[in-house]
């Protein structure tokens, strides 16, 4: 696909937009976002701009640069330029995030009603879940709460008009076009279908955060074991 420059703001006078779609454009390529992702990867990692830098946000279609003097903002421009170009030859080789999921029962107490929403038995429901390869589009909501996109169409299902006031720690759930996971109990109006026992946020870990922006992420339908 043939990506757009970027459209430049200066939000603050630290921070700097940089839009590749209206902010308003719900579908974002998964191209796209892969390579803003990988943009902010490279303006961390590099000698000339990550000094410059006190934190990149990524969000669909967009990248937000905080820096920590704005009169820098030129020559952090100009490199992200450079960076931006050179990475279109770069293959990008994600990270795989392979995540166990139990789905159903008290683990995914709306499956069933998600399924038939969409037409499905539970069964295909799950199969085409964990099927998927998904991809962390941005982090946002709560810490560590990954939207997650590339969810099959047939499984797009609308947020509930009634929020639950309770969604437990590692719950899996659907909201829109989008998967994702609880990192902590929330009230939550997403479509929960099941649950992992992973830790996605962990405050006194170096990296706080399991997924990252860019990360490819596999869920693995897990059994509950007889006793």
């Known amino acids: 696909m043939s990506i757009p420059d970027p ?7 630290h921070g700097i937009l940089l839009e590749f779609v209206a902010a ?3 579908v974002i390529e998964p191209a796209l976002q892969r390579r803003l992702c990988q943009l902010a990867n490279l303006l961390r990692e590099h000698s000339h701009t990550g000094p410059l830098l006190c934190d990149i946000v990524t ?3 967009s990248l937000l640069l905080v820096l920590h003097d704005g009169r820098t903002a030129r020559r952090l421009l100009r490199h992200a330029e450079t960076l931006w170009r050179a990475s279109a030859q770069q293959s990008i080789n994600p990270r795989i995030v392979t995540v166990p999921v139990f789905y159903g029962g008290e683990h995914g107490p709306d499956l069933e009603q998600a399924a038939s929403i969409c037409g499905l038995s539970t069964a295909t429901f799950v199969e085409r879940h964990a099927a998927g390869n998904y991809f962390v589009q941005s982090l946002g909501f709560m810490p560590g709460f990954a939207y997650l996109g590339g969810l099959d169409p047939q499984l797009h299902i609308k947020r509930k008009d009634t929020p639950s006031a309770r969604v437990a720690p590692g ?3 659907i909201g829109g076009s989008n998967t994702g996971i609880y990192p902590s109990e929330s009230p939550g109006g997403w479509h929960v279908i099941g649950r992992t026992s992973l830790t996605l946020f962990d405050a006194n870990a ?3 955060c399991l997924l990252q922006p860019g990360d490819t992420v596999r869920f693995i339908a897990q059994k509950e ?3």
């Open 24 to 26: 308003d454009n719900s």
């Open 171 to 173: 719950s899996v759930a």
């Open 7 to 13: 459209a430049i703001s200066f939000v603050t006078e």
């Open 206 to 208: 170096q990296q706080p």
């Open 59 to 61: 969000a669909p279609g």
């Open 225 to 227: 074991s007889q006793s």
